[in-house]
């Protein structure tokens, strides 16, 4: 079974330009989360979608960050003008429906560096 | 991470023991997890916990405590590999969320 995919796994950008991720989930995964995860800190969840419905998208910021999953498979997070403190991880999981015990299986990243 | 308390690092020896403790405000509680991330990668799933006592993997275990907000994670015989940010995660609702990862410092 092939596992959580993201692109791109590396990304360098200036301060006030764009940048766009992908991400992939495991096939059948009805839920799917983007992470931030800051150097030495555990990951934040920054939008949490089932199927193509955002469920909670309460850390996201809305002035920069957007995110949208339109046909329920597969996901893109923008950041529109990056800053320099999201300099970070950005983690993508999905779990099969997003229930209290499920496992959530993470892709391996993109790092972001904002100069 | 939403006083979700972890100790920053951790160091021990190949072959030991090590706990690594994790407590948690109880308010919405629906589970506990247990990742492990090791540098430059993703997290991966080591355990679930939803009841009180104790589950064990094979040379990991997971101890839960709902009415004191606690739990730890046992690595036995630890090898060098363990090397490794252990996360405590709590599920809230259907939120999960994330402690700040205890890194685990295995030595010869």
């Known amino acids: 079974e092939a596992g959580v995919a993201q692109s791109p796994r590396y990304k360098i950008i200036e301060k006030r330009q764009s940048v766009a991720f992908w991400c992939n989930p495991i096939s059948g995964h009805a839920t799917l989360y983007w992470y931030q995860q800051i150097l030495g800190q555990g990951p934040k969840l920054l939008i949490q979608f089932q199927n193509n419905g955002v469920v909670d998208d309460s850390q996201l910021p809305k002035d920069r960050f957007s995110a949208e999953r339109l046909k329920g498979v597969d996901s893109t997070l923008k950041i529109q003008p990056a800053k320099l403190e999201d300099s970070a991880v950005y983690l993508c999981a999905s779990s099969f429906e997003g229930g209290s015990q499920e496992t959530q299986y993470f892709g391996p990243g993109t790092r972001l560096l904002v100069l | 991470g939403q006083n979700i308390d972890q100790p920053t690092e951790m160091t021990a020896t190949e072959g030991a023991i090590v706990q690594i403790n994790c407590t948690y405000q109880t308010s919405g509680f629906n589970g506990l997890f247990w990742y492990q991330q090791h540098a430059g990668e993703a997290p991966t799933f080591l355990s679930y916990?939803?009841?009180?006592g104790l589950e064990e993997k094979g040379r990991f275990s997971s101890f839960l405590s709902r009415s004191k907000g606690y739990s730890y994670l046992l690595l036995k015989e630890l090898q060098m590999k363990d090397s490794a940010s252990y996360l405590c995660a709590v599920r809230r609702g259907f939120k999960t969320i994330f402690g700040a990862g205890t890194r685990l410092f295995v030595k010869a």
């Open positions: 916990n939803v009841l009180d």
